[in-house]
């Protein structure tokens, strides 16, 4: 908890240090083509040779540190400071030589004997072979050496940190998509945000590891800003998923319209192209947790508040800077609402574990019940002194009966010929105590398929109990398999005429066990319904494929 403040602590320290020490004045670049006329700026001529006079007023420095001059510009050049060259950036094209493309950002040391306090000129002279439609200016910058050679270190230390920590956790969050019997779209979407995310941050100061010849510097550019512009879109899109927003597509449809005209309208204005793209990212995740907090779905306002914090943050700081702690604290509130929905689905596992042992005792309750073995042992007692090679049978198949209930009482699925060995078991012993005759027929049984376990034994419990005993025949009970394109089906049809009960037999126990069974090991993607039919009554248990 006390990572965050350490950050805002390390932030303040980065830009305390980042301080100038070097106060001076500049005028506005003069740029000279090869005939000695000024132009408006570089690369304007046929030849392509340009050279650029800066004015300088250097008012103090820090005389216990050499002086140090960035240049940004396109190029290959050399830099003199009060007409001593003091380095070169790239090689001029010349009579027979091509031009070594220079990097868009240079630093040089100036001479201490020419560092001193007053008026200087800063004379660049180079070539510019590529990229002349660009018209880029010339821009310098005067700090002590050394800070110019230390900040790129600074800021690379602390962004790598950053896109480290985002690298381990889109990995993280792959795996455990990968690895989940759930696979969660949200999760899956958090790790390609996070890989973005660490994408961008080594584009971004990719500058500062690779020199980057001026030519490919738009690459980069382009590069970051398509990065940007797929956070945007996916932002927003996984707060919908985690909020349950209503529209999605329309909404999505809207923002990636957006996004587009922004491209459009500010194209090669590559910084501000991504700034107005986290723009539309904000405004549309902004939307999306205040429709979150009038729902009152947990997690939203602190969505909110964290879009606000980082709104804040990006007023006050350097957009470069800015940008980066916008999109940690927007990543960060996705990590709480992840870190809410993973201890919704650990209460839910949980509470599927006490299920499972419930429904566990119930299987068990229901042939220990006294009255169900009250009955039968009456029943036992019968049939061993009125014929005990009968009573023998009727032993047997009781204690077979125990064995399958013994044997799959900890299951949560069972394979579906287990299940009717269960309750041809069951028949067998019923037809003994009532007396009646029952009859077991299936059709197109999938030896491979599973199902909860004791789920049809209930039904035929049910059947038992609601069915009237025929003058003459049987009691017929027949299960039927089918199969859709994305369901499997079993069908109980029992051949019988239904008792006259008061009782609405829909929410009785035996049903409710069925529901319970269903629910934990399919969720919601069952059906199931028992009515009336013209032959006696018909049960349906319909499973679809996960979504």
């Not at 965050?4 to 004045?25: H, N």
């Not at 999505?252 to 590559?270: E, G, R």
């Not at 940690?328 to 993973?342: C, D, N, Q």
């Not at 376990?453 to 017929?476: F, K, W, Y």
């Amino acid at each position: 908890m006390y990572r965050f403040p350490l950050f805002i602590a390390f932030l303040l320290l980065l830009f305390t240090s980042c301080k100038q020490d070097v106060d001076y004045t500049e005028s506005d670049p003069i740029y000279f083509n090869s005939n000695g006329s000024e132009q408006n700026y570089t690369g304007k001529t046929n030849d392509s040779i340009f050279q650029a006079r800066i004015e300088l007023k250097l008012l103090k420095r820090d005389q216990s540190e050499p002086l140090g001059l960035q240049v940004n510009a396109f190029g290959a050049f050399n830099v003199y400071w009060d007409g001593v060259l003091i380095g070169s950036n790239g090689q001029m094209a010349k009579s027979g030589r091509t031009e070594v493309s220079g990097t868009e950002t240079s630093y040089y040391q100036v001479p201490g004997q020419l560092a001193k306090v007053g008026k200087h000129i800063v004379t660049i002279s180079g070539t510019q072979m590529s990229l002349k439609q660009e018209h880029r200016g010339i821009d310098v910058k005067l700090e002590g050496y050394l800070r110019l050679l230390r900040a790129p270190l600074i800021i690379m230390s602390f962004m790598n940190l950053m896109a480290g920590a985002f690298l381990i956790a889109s990995i993280y969050y792959f795996f455990m998509y990968i690895n989940s019997s759930r696979r969660e779209i949200t999760v899956l979407l958090f790790g390609i945000i996070c890989l973005l995310f660490f994408s961008l941050l080594i584009i971004e100061y990719l500058k500062f590891y690779v020199n980057i010849p001026y030519p490919k510097f738009y690459v980069r550019m382009e590069i970051i800003g398509w990065l940007t512009f797929a956070i945007s879109l996916l932002v927003p899109s996984y707060f919908m998923l985690q909020f349950g927003f209503e529209k999605k597509r329309l909404f999505i449809l809207l923002l990636f319209a957006a996004l587009i005209a922004i491209y459009s309208s500010n194209y090669h204005h590559y910084d501000i192209t991504a700034m107005r793209f986290s723009y539309a990212m904000w405004l549309a995740s902004m939307i999306i947790a205040i429709n979150a907090v009038f729902k009152k779905i947990k997690g939203g306002l602190i969505v909110v508040t964290g879009l606000l914090f980082s709104a804040i943050v990006n007023y006050y700081l350097v957009y470069d800077f800015g940008l980066f702690i916008t999109f940690t604290i927007i990543v960060l509130s996705m990590l709480y609402l992840h870190t809410i929905r993973a201890k919704a689905i650990e209460e839910a596992h949980n509470a599927s574990l006490l299920l499972s042992s419930r429904l566990q005792l119930e299987l068990i309750k229901k042939n220990i019940q006294p009255h169900f073995l009250r009955n039968t042992l009456t029943s036992l007692i019968d049939w061993i002194e009125e014929s005990p090679q009968q009573g023998v049978v009727f032993i047997r198949a009781l204690a077979d009966e125990f064995d399958i209930m013994n044997a799959i009482a900890e299951d949560t699925l069972i394979p579906v010929r287990q299940e009717i060995e269960l309750c041809q078991k069951h028949l067998q012993v019923m037809s003994f105590r009532k007396e009646i005759s029952y009859d077991w027929k299936e059709n197109n049984i999938d030896e491979n398929e599973t199902i909860p376990p004791a789920i049809i034994h209930t039904i035929i419990e049910n059947g038992i109990t609601h069915s009237l005993p025929p003058n003459e025949g049987c009691i017929s009970f027949n299960l039927s398999f089918s199969k859709g394109t994305n369901y499997k089906q079993y069908t109980l049809l029992t051949l019988a005429k239904s008792r006259k009960t008061k009782k609405d037999s829909s929410n009785g126990t035996g049903f409710k066990y069925i529901k319970a069974r269903l629910n934990e090991s399919y969720g919601s993607n069952w059906y199931f319904d028992s009515f009336a039919v013209e032959e006696g009554w018909q049960t349906i248990i319909k499973i679809f494929d996960k979504k």
